[in-house]
Protein backbone atom coordinates (compact mmCIF):
# COMPACT_ATOMS: atom_id res chain seq x y z
CA UNK A 1 0.00 0.00 0.00
CA UNK A 2 1.16 3.45 -0.90
CA UNK A 3 -0.07 6.85 0.22
CA UNK A 4 -0.14 9.31 -2.26
CA UNK A 5 -0.80 13.55 -2.10
CA UNK A 6 -3.45 13.77 -4.61
CA UNK A 7 -4.72 17.10 -4.16
CA UNK A 8 -3.06 20.36 -3.12
CA UNK A 9 -4.88 23.77 -2.04
CA UNK A 10 -3.34 26.90 -0.23
CA UNK A 11 -5.04 30.27 0.73
CA UNK A 12 -3.66 33.69 1.67
CA UNK A 13 -4.84 37.04 3.09
CA UNK A 14 -5.51 39.81 0.14
CA UNK A 15 -3.64 42.04 2.69
CA UNK A 16 0.15 42.36 2.05
CA UNK A 17 2.39 44.50 4.13
CA UNK A 18 6.11 45.19 2.58
CA UNK A 19 9.27 45.82 4.30
CA UNK A 20 8.79 49.44 3.18
CA UNK A 21 5.49 49.65 5.27
CA UNK A 22 7.33 48.19 8.04
CA UNK A 23 10.03 50.46 7.83
CA UNK A 24 7.40 52.83 8.98
CA UNK A 25 6.45 50.66 12.04
CA UNK A 26 10.24 49.68 13.36
CA UNK A 27 14.01 50.92 12.60
CA UNK A 28 14.35 48.89 9.87
CA UNK A 29 14.81 48.49 5.92
CA UNK A 30 13.68 46.73 2.84
CA UNK A 31 17.49 46.56 2.30
CA UNK A 32 18.16 45.34 5.79
CA UNK A 33 15.60 42.82 5.63
CA UNK A 34 15.81 41.49 1.99
CA UNK A 35 19.98 40.98 2.61
CA UNK A 36 19.22 39.35 6.18
CA UNK A 37 16.28 36.94 4.94
CA UNK A 38 15.51 37.17 1.79
CA UNK A 39 12.13 38.49 2.21
CA UNK A 40 10.06 41.58 0.77
CA UNK A 41 6.39 41.38 2.03
CA UNK A 42 3.98 38.87 3.59
CA UNK A 43 0.14 38.47 3.83
CA UNK A 44 -1.62 39.55 6.54
CA UNK A 45 -5.07 38.40 7.91
CA UNK A 46 -7.74 40.96 8.19
CA UNK A 47 -9.97 41.02 11.21
CA UNK A 48 -12.56 38.29 9.93
CA UNK A 49 -9.79 35.83 8.98
CA UNK A 50 -8.27 33.36 11.70
CA UNK A 51 -6.34 29.59 11.00
CA UNK A 52 -9.54 27.98 10.51
CA UNK A 53 -11.21 30.89 7.83
CA UNK A 54 -7.83 30.51 5.98
CA UNK A 55 -7.64 26.58 6.51
CA UNK A 56 -10.91 25.78 5.48
CA UNK A 57 -10.60 27.50 1.98
CA UNK A 58 -7.18 25.59 1.29
CA UNK A 59 -8.58 22.48 2.37
CA UNK A 60 -11.53 23.06 -0.15
CA UNK A 61 -8.85 24.05 -3.41
CA UNK A 62 -6.82 21.04 -2.42
CA UNK A 63 -10.52 18.87 -2.31
CA UNK A 64 -11.34 20.28 -5.53
CA UNK A 65 -8.08 19.52 -7.08
CA UNK A 66 -7.99 15.79 -6.04
CA UNK A 67 -11.96 15.65 -6.98
CA UNK A 68 -13.05 14.43 -3.40
CA UNK A 69 -15.85 15.30 -1.51
CA UNK A 70 -15.69 16.42 2.28
CA UNK A 71 -17.93 13.32 3.17
CA UNK A 72 -15.26 10.39 1.40
CA UNK A 73 -12.48 11.98 4.36
CA UNK A 74 -11.67 9.69 7.29
CA UNK A 75 -9.42 11.94 9.07
CA UNK A 76 -8.40 15.89 9.33
CA UNK A 77 -5.28 16.48 10.68
CA UNK A 78 -4.60 20.29 11.73
CA UNK A 79 -1.04 21.95 12.50
CA UNK A 80 -1.59 25.10 13.55
CA UNK A 81 1.26 27.28 16.68
CA UNK A 82 -1.76 29.75 16.07
CA UNK A 83 -5.19 28.16 16.72
CA UNK A 84 -8.71 29.71 17.13
CA UNK A 85 -8.87 28.47 20.52
CA UNK A 86 -5.56 27.98 22.72
CA UNK A 87 -6.37 23.70 23.20
CA UNK A 88 -9.49 22.94 22.83
CA UNK A 89 -11.59 22.54 20.62
CA UNK A 90 -9.62 21.71 18.16
CA UNK A 91 -9.08 23.90 14.84
CA UNK A 92 -9.42 20.57 12.96
CA UNK A 93 -12.84 20.44 14.29
CA UNK A 94 -13.87 23.41 13.31
CA UNK A 95 -12.89 23.00 10.22
CA UNK A 96 -14.13 19.84 9.99
CA UNK A 97 -17.86 21.31 10.75
CA UNK A 98 -17.30 23.59 7.95
CA UNK A 99 -16.06 21.88 5.41
CA UNK A 100 -19.54 19.26 6.22
CA UNK A 101 -16.56 16.65 6.47
CA UNK A 102 -19.17 14.45 8.61
CA UNK A 103 -17.53 11.69 8.51
CA UNK A 104 -14.04 12.37 9.48
CA UNK A 105 -12.32 12.37 12.58
CA UNK A 106 -10.48 15.82 13.20
CA UNK A 107 -7.63 16.62 15.52
CA UNK A 108 -4.49 18.93 15.99
CA UNK A 109 -1.06 18.10 15.68
CA UNK A 110 1.42 20.44 17.57
CA UNK A 111 4.80 20.19 15.65
CA UNK A 112 5.62 23.53 15.28
CA UNK A 113 6.77 24.75 11.69
CA UNK A 114 7.63 21.22 10.58
CA UNK A 115 3.78 20.23 11.64
CA UNK A 116 3.35 19.66 7.85
CA UNK A 117 5.91 16.99 7.72
CA UNK A 118 4.57 15.54 10.92
CA UNK A 119 0.96 15.27 9.77
CA UNK A 120 1.86 13.36 6.40
CA UNK A 121 3.98 11.35 8.87
CA UNK A 122 0.90 10.92 11.01
CA UNK A 123 -1.62 10.36 8.52
CA UNK A 124 0.39 7.88 6.77
CA UNK A 125 0.84 5.69 9.95
CA UNK A 126 -3.18 6.36 10.59
CA UNK A 127 -3.83 5.20 6.54
CA UNK A 128 -2.39 2.04 7.39
CA UNK A 129 -5.38 1.02 9.55
CA UNK A 130 -8.42 3.49 7.93
CA UNK A 131 -7.95 3.25 4.30
CA UNK A 132 -9.99 6.33 4.09
CA UNK A 133 -7.92 9.89 2.38
CA UNK A 134 -6.80 11.93 4.73
CA UNK A 135 -6.76 15.87 4.67
CA UNK A 136 -3.83 17.49 6.29
CA UNK A 137 -4.11 21.35 6.54
CA UNK A 138 -1.44 23.04 7.99
CA UNK A 139 -2.91 27.14 8.89
CA UNK A 140 -1.31 29.94 10.77
CA UNK A 141 -2.12 33.27 11.34
CA UNK A 142 1.43 34.61 12.78
CA UNK A 143 0.79 38.62 12.71
CA UNK A 144 -1.13 37.63 15.49
CA UNK A 145 1.69 36.41 17.75
CA UNK A 146 4.13 39.24 16.79
CA UNK A 147 5.16 41.88 18.62
CA UNK A 148 5.11 44.41 16.18
CA UNK A 149 7.49 46.87 17.59
CA UNK A 150 9.70 44.11 17.91
CA UNK A 151 11.96 44.31 14.10
CA UNK A 152 14.39 41.35 15.23
CA UNK A 153 10.73 39.28 15.08
CA UNK A 154 8.14 41.30 13.09
CA UNK A 155 9.91 41.27 9.36
CA UNK A 156 10.31 37.52 9.49
CA UNK A 157 6.53 35.82 9.46
CA UNK A 158 3.67 36.48 7.50
CA UNK A 159 0.20 34.27 7.16
CA UNK A 160 -0.81 31.80 5.33
CA UNK A 161 -2.67 28.02 5.07
CA UNK A 162 -1.84 25.19 2.49
CA UNK A 163 -3.63 21.77 2.61
CA UNK A 164 -3.05 18.10 0.76
CA UNK A 165 -5.09 15.39 0.52
CA UNK A 166 -3.78 11.83 0.64
CA UNK A 167 -5.20 8.92 -1.27
CA UNK A 168 -3.95 5.19 -1.02
CA UNK A 169 -3.51 2.98 -3.19
CA UNK A 170 -1.53 0.19 -5.07
CA UNK A 171 0.49 2.48 -7.32
CA UNK A 172 4.01 2.92 -6.27
CA UNK A 173 5.49 6.32 -5.46
CA UNK A 174 3.94 8.72 -2.83
CA UNK A 175 5.11 9.48 -0.02
CA UNK A 176 8.42 7.92 1.10
CA UNK A 177 10.92 8.30 3.55
CA UNK A 178 10.30 10.03 6.69
CA UNK A 179 12.60 11.26 9.23
CA UNK A 180 11.25 13.56 12.19
CA UNK A 181 13.14 14.04 15.18
CA UNK A 182 13.24 16.69 18.04
CA UNK A 183 16.15 18.31 20.68
CA UNK A 184 14.18 19.27 23.50
CA UNK A 185 16.75 20.66 25.21
CA UNK A 186 16.39 23.74 23.10
CA UNK A 187 12.96 24.37 23.61
CA UNK A 188 13.23 27.55 24.85
CA UNK A 189 14.63 28.80 21.01
CA UNK A 190 11.82 30.00 20.20
CA UNK A 191 8.35 29.70 22.31
CA UNK A 192 5.63 32.00 23.13
CA UNK A 193 4.05 32.22 27.26
CA UNK A 194 0.42 31.61 27.14
CA UNK A 195 -0.43 28.35 28.55
CA UNK A 196 -0.87 26.51 31.79
CA UNK A 197 2.54 26.07 33.01
CA UNK A 198 2.24 28.06 35.91
CA UNK A 199 -0.42 30.11 38.08
CA UNK A 200 0.74 33.19 36.20
CA UNK A 201 1.00 32.29 32.93
CA UNK A 202 -2.37 30.40 32.98
CA UNK A 203 -4.15 33.60 33.80
CA UNK A 204 -2.00 36.17 31.92
CA UNK A 205 -2.67 37.11 28.21
CA UNK A 206 -0.52 35.05 25.84
CA UNK A 207 3.09 36.75 25.42
CA UNK A 208 4.40 37.26 21.99
CA UNK A 209 6.70 34.82 19.85
CA UNK A 210 10.30 35.31 21.15
CA UNK A 211 13.14 33.81 19.37
CA UNK A 212 16.93 33.39 20.02
CA UNK A 213 17.64 33.74 16.21
CA UNK A 214 21.02 32.49 16.06
CA UNK A 215 21.03 29.17 17.89
CA UNK A 216 17.42 28.34 15.53
CA UNK A 217 19.47 29.39 12.25
CA UNK A 218 22.40 26.88 13.49
CA UNK A 219 19.87 23.72 14.14
CA UNK A 220 17.95 24.94 11.40
CA UNK A 221 21.25 24.52 8.81
CA UNK A 222 22.37 21.20 10.50
CA UNK A 223 18.48 19.96 10.03
CA UNK A 224 18.87 20.76 6.54
CA UNK A 225 21.70 18.94 5.76
CA UNK A 226 20.66 15.86 7.86
CA UNK A 227 17.30 15.62 6.39
CA UNK A 228 18.75 15.64 2.50
CA UNK A 229 21.58 13.72 3.19
CA UNK A 230 19.93 10.86 5.03
CA UNK A 231 16.74 10.80 2.68
CA UNK A 232 19.50 10.63 -0.51
CA UNK A 233 21.44 7.94 1.53
CA UNK A 234 17.93 5.89 1.80
CA UNK A 235 17.42 5.41 -1.54
CA UNK A 236 20.86 5.96 -3.12
CA UNK A 237 20.00 8.58 -4.77
CA UNK A 238 22.71 11.58 -6.10
CA UNK A 239 22.26 14.81 -6.79
CA UNK A 240 21.00 14.18 -10.28
CA UNK A 241 18.40 12.09 -9.36
CA UNK A 242 16.84 14.77 -6.95
CA UNK A 243 14.26 17.33 -8.88
CA UNK A 244 13.42 19.45 -5.68
CA UNK A 245 13.85 20.62 -2.15
CA UNK A 246 11.13 22.02 -0.62
CA UNK A 247 12.47 23.61 2.44
CA UNK A 248 10.52 25.04 5.26
CA UNK A 249 10.76 28.87 3.91
CA UNK A 250 12.41 30.63 7.10
CA UNK A 251 15.15 32.50 5.50
CA UNK A 252 17.29 32.46 2.35
CA UNK A 253 20.31 32.19 4.02
CA UNK A 254 20.10 29.20 6.06
CA UNK A 255 19.16 27.63 2.43
CA UNK A 256 22.48 29.27 0.92
CA UNK A 257 24.16 27.98 4.41
CA UNK A 258 23.16 24.40 3.97
CA UNK A 259 24.46 24.10 -0.10
CA UNK A 260 27.60 25.16 1.44
CA UNK A 261 27.36 21.85 3.24
CA UNK A 262 26.16 19.53 0.93
CA UNK A 263 26.47 18.67 -2.54
CA UNK A 264 23.05 19.49 -4.40
CA UNK A 265 22.62 23.65 -5.86
CA UNK A 266 20.68 26.04 -4.89
CA UNK A 267 18.56 26.11 -7.88
CA UNK A 268 16.66 22.62 -6.51
CA UNK A 269 15.42 24.46 -3.52
CA UNK A 270 12.58 25.82 -4.04
CA UNK A 271 11.68 29.49 -2.66
CA UNK A 272 9.23 31.76 -1.99
CA UNK A 273 9.73 33.11 0.59
CA UNK A 274 10.54 37.01 -1.13
CA UNK A 275 6.26 37.08 -1.19
CA UNK A 276 5.22 35.31 1.79
CA UNK A 277 7.73 35.42 4.69
CA UNK A 278 7.81 32.30 7.15
CA UNK A 279 4.12 31.02 7.18
CA UNK A 280 5.25 28.13 9.83
CA UNK A 281 3.96 24.92 9.05
CA UNK A 282 2.02 26.34 6.17
CA UNK A 283 5.06 27.22 4.52
CA UNK A 284 5.83 23.74 2.08
CA UNK A 285 2.26 23.04 1.51
CA UNK A 286 1.52 26.19 -0.29
CA UNK A 287 5.07 26.24 -1.84
CA UNK A 288 3.89 22.50 -3.24
CA UNK A 289 0.29 24.05 -3.97
CA UNK A 290 2.81 27.25 -6.05
CA UNK A 291 4.50 24.65 -7.64
CA UNK A 292 1.84 22.62 -8.84
CA UNK A 293 -0.28 25.62 -10.35
CA UNK A 294 2.72 26.80 -12.05
CA UNK A 295 3.40 23.04 -13.82
CA UNK A 296 7.04 22.59 -12.10
CA UNK A 297 5.62 19.27 -10.85
CA UNK A 298 5.89 15.94 -13.13
CA UNK A 299 4.76 12.45 -12.35
CA UNK A 300 7.87 10.69 -11.23
CA UNK A 301 9.61 13.89 -9.63
CA UNK A 302 11.57 13.48 -6.69
CA UNK A 303 11.33 15.87 -3.85
CA UNK A 304 12.20 16.28 -0.20
CA UNK A 305 10.33 18.38 2.12
CA UNK A 306 12.83 20.11 5.33
CA UNK A 307 11.62 21.91 8.09
CA UNK A 308 12.79 22.66 11.38
CA UNK A 309 11.17 25.03 14.26
CA UNK A 310 9.69 25.16 17.69
CA UNK A 311 10.88 22.72 20.12
CA UNK A 312 13.32 21.98 19.05
CA UNK A 313 11.60 20.16 15.80
CA UNK A 314 12.98 18.73 12.47
CA UNK A 315 11.31 16.77 10.38
CA UNK A 316 11.88 15.41 6.12
CA UNK A 317 9.61 13.43 3.86
CA UNK A 318 10.92 11.99 0.66
CA UNK A 319 8.10 12.35 -1.99
CA UNK A 320 8.09 10.59 -5.41
CA UNK A 321 5.31 12.86 -7.29
CA UNK A 322 2.40 10.80 -8.73
CA UNK A 323 -0.21 13.45 -9.59
N1 LIG B 1 16.21 45.69 10.81
C1 LIG B 1 17.38 46.25 11.12
N2 LIG B 1 18.23 45.72 12.01
C2 LIG B 1 17.87 44.58 12.61
C3 LIG B 1 16.65 43.95 12.34
C4 LIG B 1 15.81 44.54 11.40
N3 LIG B 1 14.61 44.02 11.05
N4 LIG B 1 16.56 42.82 13.08
C5 LIG B 1 17.70 42.75 13.80
N5 LIG B 1 18.48 43.81 13.53
C6 LIG B 1 19.78 44.17 14.10
C7 LIG B 1 19.96 43.59 15.47
O1 LIG B 1 19.35 44.44 16.43
C8 LIG B 1 21.46 43.57 15.60
O2 LIG B 1 21.88 44.86 15.95
P1 LIG B 1 23.06 45.07 17.03
O3 LIG B 1 24.25 44.37 16.45
O4 LIG B 1 23.18 46.56 17.09
O5 LIG B 1 22.56 44.42 18.27
C9 LIG B 1 21.94 43.32 14.16
O6 LIG B 1 20.82 43.59 13.32
C10 LIG B 1 22.39 41.90 13.89
O7 LIG B 1 21.48 41.02 14.46
P2 LIG B 1 21.67 39.46 14.31
O8 LIG B 1 20.68 38.79 15.18
O9 LIG B 1 23.11 39.08 14.48
O10 LIG B 1 21.30 39.27 12.76
P3 LIG B 1 21.40 37.97 11.93
O11 LIG B 1 22.25 38.23 10.76
O12 LIG B 1 21.71 36.77 12.78
O13 LIG B 1 19.90 37.79 11.43
C11 LIG B 1 17.85 36.61 11.91
C12 LIG B 1 18.85 37.66 12.38
C13 LIG B 1 16.72 36.50 12.93
C14 LIG B 1 17.29 37.04 10.56
C15 LIG B 1 18.56 35.24 11.77
O14 LIG B 1 19.27 34.94 12.94
C16 LIG B 1 17.61 34.12 11.47
O15 LIG B 1 16.98 34.07 10.43
N6 LIG B 1 17.53 33.13 12.37
C17 LIG B 1 16.65 32.01 12.20
C18 LIG B 1 15.28 32.44 12.60
C19 LIG B 1 14.22 31.52 12.10
O16 LIG B 1 14.33 30.92 11.06
N7 LIG B 1 13.15 31.45 12.85
C20 LIG B 1 12.00 30.72 12.50
C21 LIG B 1 12.11 29.32 12.92
S1 LIG B 1 10.80 28.41 12.35
Not at 228 to 251: C, F, R
Amino acid sequence: MYTHIVGTGSAVPQRVITNDDLAKMVDTSDEWIFSHTGIRQRHVVGPEENASTLGCEAARRALEDAGISPEEIGTIIVTSTTPDYAVYPSTACIIQGMLGAKNAAAFDLAAACPGFVYGLTVAKGLMQIDNRPVLVISTEVMSRTINWSDRNTCCLFGDGAGAVVLKNSDQPGGLGFHLVGADGTGYLAIHREGGVRTEETAREKPGDLKMDGRSVFNFAVRSFCDIIAKSMEHYGWSEKDLTWIVPHQANVRIIDAAVKRINVPVEKFYVNIDRFANTSSASIPIALDEMAKKGLLRRGNRLIFAAFGAGLVYGGVAVEWTK
